[in-house]
Structures are given as structure tokens and as C-alpha cells.
């Protein structure tokens, strides 16, 4: 074959190994949703983790570019530029064009970091309208572009950089592939963070340019998984010091390297996070069986030799790792991924590799400190207790039929449908709004469960108290799956539980509360995705006998300025007359401005005095600045809105807006009718639910113990910051 056709050969491959790609993109990115579209973000990202890891990089830049591409940076060696020996065109060519060829040729390192999926960055070339590619590497810097996979722009040397080498790739995901159509600041920064702490000593720094708000972070953790794990404690009270472990040993592909870190506090809850080359391992596997039977072995090995234990006792694993966080962290050269989601690590001589390295070296950490190792032990014994007593409780009631389902609450108002995935439960804050409820269902697929009086709060309480618990029964009882170890999801009576709740203070009280109890008691009903929050509405307005319903303030107001906004003329400072689609954008812009001065001035700040302060950079101050910094596009200052005349250009707007209207606020649930309550809140047809998700374990924890722990100044600190910040409360 001729240099020639061998050459076209390898190019018609390329083309449909891209197509395969275009063609069915979740094959080899899971997905097409905001999944997908921050997945390519990974895949670029972990190749200069590899760099990293193979001891070449010390700097990573990810960037949101204000036309909504992304651009990862690093000063790793350069993707290699000169010619491919065997492809006949330059090597990094190769590697952005053909699938699985993104590894180092030597095969030296561990190769799978590419996230989840590990496809590399030729699926990311392959699905990204544009990629531009610049190299640093010999002195020159090269450029090459790319669309949709193909090359649009060849090799060509652009400049000189002396002896600085590095990789930089900048790509805009195709949206005639992706639903999702931009890039979120907390979701790469969790990963970000992950990859940071996981990979010590790496420098990753994330800059946003999209949009309003510039955001900017450095992650670096030279302590790594230690500070994972002093991270995920912050809110916490310790009852150890950080314990660390780290071994290596060959398995059947070659070396696991495998790391721990650990700490226990005086939390009801564990937390576990496992990793394989970088990888979140959500669903365990061995090296989390490893780590799990070496800690049961050990405790009760040092206890019984101690005297701190006795037969009788009777601890579980579960008692052990009351209270306990922990990071375990594994690198293995071949690894499998199993499980529903491929995130259960398979590989089975990992489970004796860590384990031997944790029973080590955890057996000398208790013998050099005895007295954590005694508070260890204690703790393990009153869980051990908690746990007796609640299963003496749950026998008890079991004999009496309330927990096995035979029997449901008297409160419950069931519905008749039986089939799980057609039915909702609605948890019900009071007995009126109960009332309205069950009057306004649909009986066949809706049930009603009123909560009368307090839930308790789960952070707060061990598992006996929590199971005494009045509310918390009524709800075992009435979803079905039982709890702690007869927890069975495939019992749930219902798929979809609705929490419904008024709009006010108490209501958000108990919203929180019900939150924490499913998210530590029953995670898996969050992870499945059957618990739900009702968007009840906030106002009813009404004209000429015809009524609308409104679910928050932003959108009365937007409501009553576009009603008003016809017989006003507005004109920016300089006396131009605003067109009417950017009259109402000011508008806008000034009844935020409104609301954020009124907040601050609730909480006892002067608005004014904050603007003129430089060093306040707290939530409000900084989103206030913004918000000026925005209305002096239109030449005004913040002396027009407190002093002169914008505040009361805003007012009359809405007045006049507000001419023929009659708007009535809901004090609660309770003063809907049941047909009101029906139809804007319950009808399946017309409501509005949020479906609560987990995305980051980690940051759910943190919020958990945080909003319902026992650290008050923290809270305090957090509310403070975020009390303009609510939509970010995303759990
Ligand atoms: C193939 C071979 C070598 C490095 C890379 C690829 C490489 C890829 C990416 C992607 C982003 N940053 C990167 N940095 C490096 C080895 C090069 C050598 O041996 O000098």
C-alpha cells in the first residue's frame, strides 16, 4: 500500500469513529443532559491530571470564556506535535481524533482517570462544535482547530515560547447534540475541589467570564485526602484526629497504591467516599469492603484484648462507623467497574490490599493512643445500645401490627390505587391545611398524611429517639419500606412523597426538617428521586373575575410592572427614552435593587453604607455592588435611587400596574379552599414540583450538618451570607 491510500485508509476510519460518536453520543458519555455537557469537562481536565500524576504539571486553568466555550490549561509537557510514525499525519492529530488513542503511547501510567467513561478527548472533540487546540512543546507554540471532529484548521507553528511547555484546549460543546446549553459554576467546582484534594499538591484554579458574576477559586491541598476529610468535617465536633494510611502492594495488573483517611466525631451519621483513579466510586465496591471489614476486625481485635469489649456486646459495622467520615482512595492499573451506574469497584484483590494496610496500621494507631481509641469504642457501645433499644421498640410495635403495614396510621388518608409508581403521598403541615387536602385530591392516586406535631430533628438524635418519634413512625409506616436494617425500597408505597409546606418561617422549618430525615434515614428515596417539594403559590391575583395564582414575589412584581410599564416613558440619564423591552429590563433591574436594600435594612444594615464601603464583601454587600454596577449602564447612580427619583419611578409603575387588580397573599395553605388547592398546587396537569436531587454527597453533607447541627456560629455565619442566596440552597 502506498504512503497515499494508506493515508486516506486511516482517514475514513478517523471520520466514522467520530461519526460513531455523533451518532450515539450516550454510549460513550452516559449522557446528553447537564450530566454529558460537564462530563467533557472531565475528560479534558483529566488528561492534565495525568500529566500531573506522571510528576509533569504542577498548574491547571479551567476557564468559562464569556462566548460560553471552556478552556482547560495546563503546564504538563505538551501533547506531542511531530509525526505520528505509522498514521502519517502529527501525533496530536491522532490523539484528538482517534477514539481511545488520548493515552500516553508507553502506557506507563494509570490510564482511566477519563472519568467515568474514560473515552478520552476525541469523543469531546468529536462532540464539540468548535475545538481549538494550542500546544506548547520544543520552543514553539503550535495552534490547531477542529470541528465537530474534523480538522479545520491543520498543525501550524504560531510563535515562540522559550522552554515553557504545556496543553491548551478550548472547546464549545454542540448544541444540536447537548440539551444542556451552559457550563454551572457549582458543579465543576465541586469536581474541581474533589480532583484537588484526590491529587495533592496539584494547583487547579477556576476563573467564570460568562456572564454577570466573575467568579474565581484556587483549589490546592497539599495535605490531600487529610484536608478531603477536615473539609467534610468543618461543622463537625472531632473525637479524633485525622488518621492516615498509605501502602502499595502488587495485584494481578500490577501496583494498587491505596490510601485512607479518617476521623471520627460525635455525628449520628457516616460518611464514606471511595475513589479509583479519581473516580467517585458512588456504589463501593472492594476496596470499600476492604476498608469496612479491616475496621470491624480491628476494633473489636483492640477492644476485647483492652477489656473494653465484651462478647455480649455485640457490636455491628455498622455501630463502628457511627459518626465516622473517611476517604479511601485507590489507583489500580486495570480496574472494572460494576454496578447499575459502573461506579462499584470489581477488581477482588483490592479488598485484601486495603485491608491489610488499614489493620496494620490501625491496630499501632490505637496502641499509640489509647484514650482516642477508648472514646472510639464508647461511642461504638452507646450506637450499639441505641440500636438494641430501637429494635426492642420496633418488636413491640411489630407484635402490635403498626409497622409491617397491615396496619397504617389512622392520619394517613390513603389513596385506593395500588400500583407505587402511580401514587403520591403528601406530607401536610397542620390540620386545616390537612383538611383542604384530602377534600381536594384525586382519591384514586393521592394520599394525604397531616403532620401535627414536631419532627424530630435526625442530626440532632440517635436512632432510638429518632424512632420514638410520633411523626417519624406515622412516616415509616405509611411510605412502606421500613427502616435501618428491614429498609426495603422495592416496599414503597408510593413513588412520588410531596413535601407541602406554607411559605413562611415554620413552614421552611419543617421543609428542613423532613429533608434531613429522608436525606440521613431513607437516602435512598432521595437518590431514587421520589421525593418532592410543592410549589404552593404566594399571591392570587385577580381582574375583572378573573383569577391568576403567583408563586413568589420576583414574579408579582415582574407582573405588575408589565401591566404598568405602558403609559410611563423611561429614560435613561442622559435623557434617551428606553424602547419598552428595555424599560422593563430597568424596571427589573430596580425592583431587585429594592429587595436587596430592604433585606439588608431587615437585618440591620445600611445599604448606603455598605456601597461606600470597599472592604464589604459579604453576600448582600456584593450583591448589591453589582446590582449599581448594572444601573449605571443606564447612567444612574445610587444618589438617584436614594435620593432622587427611581424609587418613586418604581413605585407609581407598579401602582398604576396594580389599577383594577385586586392581590390577595396566602397566609398558608389552610386558606385555600380545597378546589384552590387543587388546582394550583396538587392537579398533576398544572402544578409546579421541584424534584429534590442529590448531585454532591459531599456538599449535602456539609449543608446537613451545617443547617441542622449543633455548631450555632457557623449557621449563623452561613444564613448571614447567603440569606440573598437562596436559590443556591440546592441539596
Ligand atoms: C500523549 C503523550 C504525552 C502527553 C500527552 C498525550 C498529553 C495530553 C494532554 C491533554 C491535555 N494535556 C495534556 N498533556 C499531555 C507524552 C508526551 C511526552 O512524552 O513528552
Not at 128 to 142: F, L, P, T, Y
Not at 467 to 492: H, M, P, Q, V, Y
Amino acid at each position: 500500500m502506498s504512503e497515499q491510500s494508506n493515508y486516506n485508509a486511516e482517514n475514513i476510519q478517523v471520520l466514522e469513529g467520530m461519526e460513531a460518536v455523533r451518532k450515539r453520543p450516550a454510549m460513550y458519555i452516559g449522557d446528553t443532559g447537564e450530566r454529558g455537557y460537564h462530563h467533557l469537562v472531565y475528560e479534558v481536565v483529566d488528561n492534565s491530571i495525568d500529566e500531573a500524576l506522571a510528576g509533569h504539571c504542577s498548574m491547571i486553568d479551567v476557564i468559562i470564556n464569556k462566548d460560553g466555550s471552556l478552556t482547560v490549561r495546563d503546564n504538563g509537557r505538551g501533547i506531542p506535535v511531530d509525526m505520528h510514525p505509522t498514521q502519517g499525519k502529527p501525533a496530536i492529530e491522532v490523539v484528538l481524533t482517534v477514539l481511545h488513542a488520548g493515552g500516553k503511547f508507553d502506557g506507563s501510567n494509570y490510564k482511566v482517570s477519563g472519568g467515568l467513561h474514560g473515552v478520552g478527548v476525541s469523543c469531546v472533540n468529536a462532540l464539540s462544535d468548535w475545538m481549538k487546540v494550542e500546544v506548547k512543546r520544543a520552543g514553539k507554540i503550535h495552534h490547531i482547530e477542529f470541528s465537530r471532529g474534523g480538522v479545520t484548521k491543520p498543525l501550524e507553528v504560531v510563535g515562540e515560547c522559550g522552554d515553557e511547555t504545556g496543553t491548551s484546549v478550548t472547546f464549545f460543546p454542540d448544541h444540536t447534540i447537548f440539551s444542556c446549553r451552559a457550563f454551572k459554576w457549582e458543579t465543576l467546582c465541586a469536581r474541581l475541589r474533589e480532583l484537588a484534594f484526590l491529587n495533592k499538591g496539584v494547583t487547579i484554579h477556576f476563573r467564570d467570564d460568562e456572564g454577570e458574576a466573575h467568579h474565581e477559586e484556587t483549589f490546592r491541598y497539599d495535605g490531600g485526602i487529610d484536608q478531603f476529610v477536615e473539609w467534610l468535617n468543618t461543622n463537625k465536633k472531632a473525637l479524633s484526629p485525622v488518621i492516615h494510611f498509605e501502602g502499595e502492594k502488587e495485584g494481578l495488573t500490577g501496583m494498587v497504591q491505596a490510601e485512607v483517611s479518617m476521623q471520627y466525631t460525635d455525628s449520628y451519621s457516616t460518611l464514606e467516599q471511595t475513589y479509583c483513579n479519581n473516580i467517585h466510586t458512588i456504589e463501593g465496591g472492594t476496596h470499600l469492603s476492604g476498608f469496612r471489614a479491616a475496621l470491624t476486625r480491628t476494633i473489636n481485635r483492640y477492644g476485647t484484648e483492652n477489656k473494653l469489649l465484651k462478647e455480649k456486646d455485640n457490636l455491628t459495622g455498622d455501630d463502628m462507623r457511627e459518626g465516622l467520615t473517611v476517604i479511601v482512595s485507590v489507583k489500580v492499573p486495570q480496574p472494572q467497574f460494576e454496578g447499575q451506574t459502573k461506579t462499584k469497584l470489581g477488581n477482588g484483590e483490592v479488598e485484601g490490599i486495603v485491608g491489610s494496610i488499614v489493620s496494620d496500621r490501625l491496630m499501632t494507631f490505637f496502641e499509640e493512643n489509647p484514650a482516642v481509641a477508648k472514646t472510639v469504642i464508647e461511642k461504638t457501645l452507646l450506637a450499639a445500645r441505641a440500636r438494641e433499644a430501637a429494635r426492642a421498640a420496633r418488636e413491640s410495635t411489630r407484635r402490635k401490627g403498626v409497622m409491617d403495614g397491615l396496619s397504617l396510621p389512622g392520619k394517613l388518608r390513603d389513596c385506593s390505587e395500588r400500583d407505587p409508581s402511580k401514587t403520591e403521598l403528601f406530607l401536610v403541615e397542620g390540620d386545616s391545611a390537612g383538611g383542604s387536602a384530602q377534600t381536594g385530591r384525586d382519591r384514586a392516586t393521592q394520599a394525604i398524611l397531616p403532620l401535627r406535631g414536631k419532627v424530630i430533628n435526625v442530626e440532632k438524635a440517635r436512632i432510638d429517639r429518632v424512632l420514638a418519634n410520633n411523626e417519624i413512625r406515622t412516616l415509616i409506616t405509611a411510605i412502606g419500606c421500613g427502616f435501618g436494617e428491614e429498609w426495603d425500597i422495592s416496599k414503597a408505597r408510593y413513588h412520588k412523597i410531596v413535601i407541602m409546606t406554607d411559605a413562611d418561617v415554620d413552614g421552611a422549618h419543617i421543609r428542613t426538617l423532613l429533608l434531613t430525615f429522608f436525606y440521613r434515614k431513607m437516602p435512598e428515596l432521595v437518590e431514587k428521586g421520589y421525593v418532592y417539594l410543592a410549589q404552593p403559590p404566594l399571591y392570587k391575583v385577580e381582574r375583572k373575575k378573573k383569577s391568576e395564582y403567583v408563586l413568589t414575589d420576583a414574579e408579582l412584581t415582574e407582573k405588575l410592572l408589565v401591566l404598568g410599564i405602558d403609559d410611563f416613558e423611561i429614560k435613561n440619564k442622559d435623557g434617551a427614552v428606553l424602547e419598552k423591552d428595555d424599560a422593563k429590563k430597568f424596571l427589573l433591574l430596580l425592583a431587585e435593587i429594592e429587595s436587596t436594600v430592604k433585606m439588608l435594612e431587615e437585618r440591620g444594615f445600611s445599604a448606603k453604607d455598605l456601597l461606600s464601603d470597599e472592604a464589604q464583601q459579604g453576600g448582600g454587600a456584593s450583591m448589591l455592588k453589582k446590582q449599581f454596577s448594572s444601573l449605571s449602564g443606564y447612567g444612574y447612580g445610587a444618589e438617584d435611587y436614594f435620593g432622587g427619583g427611581l424609587k418613586k419611578l418604581l413605585d407609581d409603575v407598579r401602582a398604576h400596574g396594580k389599577q383594577g387588580l385586586s392581590v390577595y397573599r396566602f397566609k398558608g395553605l389552610g386558606e385555600m379552599d380545597p378546589e384552590e388547592l387543587y388546582n394550583t398546587t396538587m392537579n398533576p396537569e398544572k402544578r409546579r414540583m421541584l424534584r429534590v436531587k442529590l448531585s454532591d454527597t459531599a456538599a449535602a453533607d456539609r449543608m446537613f450538618t451545617l443547617l441542622m447541627g449543633d455548631e450555632v456560629e457557623p449557621r449563623r455565619k452561613f444564613i448571614e451570607d447567603n440569606a440573598l442566596n437562596v436559590r443556591n440552597l440546592d441539596f
